[in-house]
């Protein structure tokens, strides 16, 4: 999991031109800002954002103003968004490199909870407790 996947580093590092790459690759590439991303997982989940709210376990000012494109969520809070969405780990990393972070990564041991978590169908109260029963920093406010 992670990262570019070795047919696409390949290809990169192969390409005669970054021009050649971005062509063959078009239909690849992601195009929309986080906001962008987050609204059509709405519409995708059939949810609403007062369902993200309560899934979430986040304020709903902070979570409009997010989806409303007014404020970049840290690496924790866009992760219990995706809590609040729902999603897969693929999705969920998706939408941590849409933010401009890293993906959860297995050999992190932090990161390593928040995927069995993910790849288990738990909740965000159920990972906050797994993180914290295992001596991390939650994703909400428990221990901070």
């Known amino acids: 999991m992670g990262g570019i996947s070795d ?3 390949q290809n990169l590092l192969g390409a005669e031109s970054i021009a050649w790459f971005l062509a063959m690759n ?3 590439m992601l ?3 986080l906001s962008e991303y987050l609204m059509s997982l709405l519409k995708q989940g059939n949810l609403r954002r007062s369902d993200v709210v309560r899934d979430s376990g986040l304020e709903k000012a ?3 103003q ?3 494109g007014e404020k970049k969520p840290s690496r924790d809070k866009l992760i219990a968004i995706t809590f609040g969405l729902h999603l897969p780990v693929e999705e969920t990393q998706r939408t941590l490199k849409l933010g401009g972070y890293s ?3 297995a050999r992190v041991a932090r990161d390593a909870v928040i995927l069995f978590a993910v790849s288990h169908g738990k909740d ?3 990972t906050d407790s797994l993180l914290h029963d295992n001596g991390f920093p939650t994703l909400l406010a428990l221990d901070k």
């Open 7 to 9: 047919v696409s580093k």
């Open 26 to 28: 078009q239909n690849n």
């Open 31 to 33: 195009y929309m800002t």
């Open 62 to 64: 902070y979570i409009y």
């Open 66 to 68: 997010i989806f409303n």
């Open 103 to 105: 993906e959860l990564y």
């Open 124 to 126: 965000i109260w159920e």
